[in-house]
């Protein structure tokens, strides 16, 4: 069974950095491109970055995020991140990780097979 578990949410001030991980099992991580949404309250899911399963191609879906925000992955450790820094009051959200199978287009959200349950971010301004 697949299971994707995020960490590293909380509250921060604007301006602040937070660090987001994704932890897979049940799955061959190295074989999956793998993503970050966000949801915030009262909106729809929005699609934030992604990047390919050998980790060499990345895609910022947000254009309010480019610059700030950098995706990556470790598929010795099975774990994918969000580095995110200079953040706003805007970025306050639920972010959940995601998983999309190699052979699939990672740019596309309709690729996503399986979801995390999010990590809360919460930015004061």
């Known amino acids: 069974q697949v299971s994707l578990v995020e960490s590293g949410g909380g509250l921060v001030q604007a301006g602040g950095s937070l660090r987001l991980s994704c932890t897979a099992s049940g799955l061959t991580f190295g074989y999956y491109n793998m993503g970050w949404f966000r949801q915030a309250p009262g909106k729809e899911r929005e699609f934030v970055a992604a990047i390919s399963w050998f980790g060499g191609s990345t895609y910022y879906a947000a254009d309010s995020v480019k610059g700030r925000f950098t995706i990556s992955r470790d598929n010795a450790k099975n774990t994918l991140y969000l580095q995110m820094n200079n953040l706003k009051a805007e970025d306050t959200a639920v972010y959940s990780c995601?998983?999309?199978?190699?052979?699939?287009?990672?740019?596309?959200?309709?690729?996503?097979?399986?979801w995390g349950q999010g990590t809360q971010v919460t930015v004061s301004s």
């Open positions: 995601a998983a999309c199978p190699a052979a699939l287009d990672y740019r596309v959200e309709e690729s996503y097979r399986s």
